[in-house]
């Protein structure tokens, strides 16, 4: 069965960069639509950035200029940069295949000082 693992978060200091993977053991994800959300603690989760199969991308308003999201043969980046503490939350990593979806289990991003 599939599942998405994360990892690559932890703690930052407002100003800085981390980059977040996501992988599938014993899976490639060439063949996924990709995403990545968020959720911080109270809200809603939300949609950070998208790319589809054939690599086009799209990124919410609140981090366009600053994640970019991409992808290798085994797995899906996003890369973060000027971290902001809003941006703390937990993130999560978002494949779909055939119409059915896959979730990883969240990674832990922190932004503070």
């Known amino acids: 069965q599939l599942q998405l693992v994360e990892s690559g978060g932890g703690l930052v200091q407002p100003g800085g960069s981390l980059r977040l993977s996501c992988g599938a053991s014993?899976?490639?994800?060439?063949?996924?639509?990709i995403a990545w959300f968020r959720q911080a603690p109270g809200k809603e989760r939300e949609l950070v950035a998208t790319?589809?199969?054939?690599?086009s991308t799209n990124y919410a308003d609140f981090v366009k200029g600053r994640f970019t999201i991409s992808r290798d043969n085994a797995k899906v980046y996003l890369q973060m940069n000027s971290l902001k503490p809003e941006d703390t939350a937990v993130y999560y990593c978002?494949?779909?295949?055939?119409?059915?979806?896959?979730w990883g289990q969240g990674t832990q991003v922190t932004v503070s000082s």
């Open positions: 978002y494949g779909r295949l055939n119409s059915n979806d896959y």
């Open positions: 790319m589809t199969r054939t690599g």
């Open positions: 014993g899976f490639t994800l060439d063949d996924f639509a």
